[in-house]
């Protein structure tokens, strides 16, 4: 069972919440089909991301990090 069935998306912005989980995806290595981790992890990966203490693509962290503060969550 993923993390994500029984979740709510973001009520006030569910297609932004969409592309910034998926932007997180992407960062966290996810291709399409793979199963894709829960919040904090990707929220996790993400910020080490964006902070340079662990390889990866940092203007798709940066930008999935400041969307998910922009709208107030997956």
């Given amino acids: ?5 029984d979740r ?22 996810c291709k399409p089909g ?11 990966r993400a910020t080490q991301v964006r902070d340079h203490t662990i390889h990866g693509d940092v203007d798709k962290a940066y930008m999935a990090l400041a969307m998910l503060e922009e709208i107030g969550g997956l």
């Fill in 34 to 44: 793979d199963l894709i981790p829960g919040e904090e992890r990707l929220i996790e």
């Fill in 1 to 5: 069972m993923s993390e994500w069935e």
């Fill in 8 to 29: 709510k998306p973001n009520a006030k912005f569910p297609h932004c919440a969409q592309v910034a989980r998926r932007m997180l995806a992407e960062v966290w290595g």
